[in-house]
């Protein structure tokens, strides 16, 4: 049984059904080198011993044809095992490094797309440390840690300081602001009425600055 590289496709073409066909070939060359060492021991001999009696003559007690026949089968054999072993090795190593390949592909793939798809936040110039309860900021649904982008028409470009924010909020009572917050790295919309409520403030939320 001659053993070539043939028994491998290419690597673009190798599947885990070729690695499990020369497996399937190994299990069958094992099979027959082990038939074959049944023979040796049925005549009662080994694959060294020697087939000439004290006086140098051929042994008679053995069937010489059948065991030089074993022995040459059995070494042959033992070749195609050889061959066929490394080439399971090499089948293995194909696809591993094929499928590592693919996974290493397919996360920069994943990053890219990720990448291009994620929109680039400005930077925040002020964020809320307190949002009390039942306030309109508590309404509109801002949270403590929230960091603004845009507060109507304040943004992260002319944003200088918080009476900025102040002057929007007097002169927009009972009137809804466009806000933008980035919260746990997304940005997030919403709108929010200054009135009066219950407690102080046309907002009941505190804002500070972010330092730049």
């Known amino acids: 049984m001659k053993m070539t590289n043939e028994n491998i496709p290419g690597n673009s073409e190798l599947t885990m059904d070729d690695v499990k066909n020369l497996i399937k070939k190994k299990d069958e060359i094992e099979e027959q080198i082990k038939a074959y060492y049944d023979v040796l021991q049925d005549q009662g001999v080994g694959v060294e011993d020697s087939l000439v009696d004290a006086e140098g003559y051929p042994r008679a007690d053995v069937n010489l044809y059948q065991i030089r026949t074993a022995r040459h089968n059995i070494s042959c054999l033992q070749n195609d095992h050889k061959t066929i072993m490394a080439e399971i090795e090499e089948a293995l190593h194909k696809l591993h490094a ?103 403030g046309l907002l009941g939320c505190n804002i500070v600055p972010v330092q730049r």
Do not use: Y
């Open 98 to 200: 094929r499928e590592k390949a693919k996974r290493e592909r397919d996360e920069a793939e994943a990053q890219e797309e990720a990448m291009e798809h994620q929109v680039t936040l400005p930077p925040p110039f002020a964020q809320l440390d307190a949002v009390t309860e039942g306030s309109p900021a508590c309404g509109a649904g801002l949270r403590v840690g929230d960091q603004l982008i845009e507060f109507g028409s304040v943004n992260s470009g002319n944003f200088q300081n918080l009476q900025n924010i102040a002057s929007v909020v007097q002169h927009s009572e009972g009137k809804p602001l466009h806000v933008s917050v980035i919260r746990a790295g997304q940005k997030v919309q919403m709108s929010l009425t200054p009135q009066r409520w219950s407690g102080r």
